[in-house]
């Protein structure tokens, strides 16, 4: 078991957020890291990002297959309200790419590289 992990970069101005998942998750954490990322949220929403504009980058290529509880919550963290227009979504193998797509709706994005990634939410 690897432990769980995650750590948050948040550019308000760029209006820009990288998130970086390691590890075995479970709901405690998941649910931290839900907080933390909401008010992250929050503080750059106050500070010059504008709802609606954000581009997210979510690298989960170290973090394992979830369960399904944990995969709920995620899913109820990247919702239709977040402040996103987009969502690249780093993974790493077929099964972790089936779980992400789960989540993901017409704003998000499946990336092996984080290149690739950084080019899709940058282009405009």
Do not use: C
């Not at 075995?24 to 992250?40: K, L, M, P, S, Y």
């Not at 997210?56 to 297959?65: A, E, G, P, Q, S």
């Not at 709920?72 to 099964?95: C, T």
């Amino acid at each position: 078991m690897t432990e769980p992990t995650y750590k948050i970069e948040a550019d308000a101005a760029g209006e820009f957020l990288k998130l970086t998942l390691t590890g075995d998750w479970n709901v405690d954490i998941t649910e931290r890291f839900g907080r933390e990322v909401a008010a992250t949220l929050g503080q750059m929403l106050a500070t010059g990002t504008r709802h609606g504009h954000l581009r997210t980058l979510i690298d989960m290529r170290h973090k394992n297959v979830v369960p399904q509880t944990v995969a709920a919550e995620f899913g109820r963290m990247v919702r239709p309200d977040s402040p996103s227009k987009k969502i690249a979504l780093l993974v790493s193998g077929a099964l972790h790419r089936m779980q992400a797509k789960r989540l993901s709706d017409h704003r998000h994005r499946l990336f092996d590289t984080e290149a690739a990634a950084r080019a899709w939410l940058f282009e405009d």
